[in-house]
């Protein structure tokens, strides 16, 4: 029995190769298969493509872009506007201008203020003010005016009216500041 299958297998093989050499098809390097293929090397090669298959699906699956986006309601987005605004005006007033620390009757308190700008950050909300930064028409600012400030030599932002609000790295809330210039004689 085994002889003829090995009979059988030389015919067959035989047979390829006057195909192939009738036609006169150069077969290249890499596809030329072997005449006797070892079982257990396909099994292997099964193996592999299936798991191959299997990592296909599973890279299809995390990078899925039927995933819906959460759709926020605007009215949600304004409210973190006006919460970190209102939460920066507050932490305004309760420290010294001219130290930069906090007033003493307000220190209470104050951290309470933190606390909520804490809360705000572990939601993505982020709360900026450029006071002291340089100023460049670019910038996403609405400038409530120009004043001449005695010290400058280049225009800066002198003062926040309302500071910039950005939720998960998007701008909700364009900021209002009062940009100073050099003054001229």
Do not use: C
Not at 10 to 21: A, E, G, P, T, W
Request: charged content about 25%.
């Amino acid at each position: 029995m085994r002889k003829m299958k090995k009979l059988k297998q030389k015919r067959m093989n035989s047979v390829r190769r006057s195909v192939i050499q009738a036609f006169n098809i150069p077969l290249p390097e890499e596809l030329r298969l072997p005449m006797m293929v070892d079982i257990t090397g396909l099994h292997a090669i099964t193996a592999e493509v299936n798991h191959l298959k299997a990592q296909m699906v599973q890279l299809r699956n995390a990078a899925s872009p039927l995933q819906k986006p959460e759709v926020v309601p605007s009215s949600v987005v304004k409210a973190f506007a006006t919460i970190a605004t209102n939460a920066w005006r507050a932490k305004t007033k309760m420290v010294d201008s001219e130290t930069g620390e906090t007033k003493e009757e307000m220190k209470r308190v104050y951290r309470h203020i933190e606390a909520i700008f804490e809360s705000l950050s572990q939601i993505g909300v982020e709360t900026i003010d450029p006071v002291g930064r340089a100023y460049d028409t670019g910038m996403a600012l609405k400038v409530v005016t120009f004043e001449p400030t005695p010290g400058l030599s280049n225009e800066e932002i002198t003062e926040t009216i309302k500071p910039s609000v950005a939720w998960q790295g998007r701008l909700i809330q364009i900021g209002e500041v009062i940009v100073g210039t050099p003054q001229t004689i």
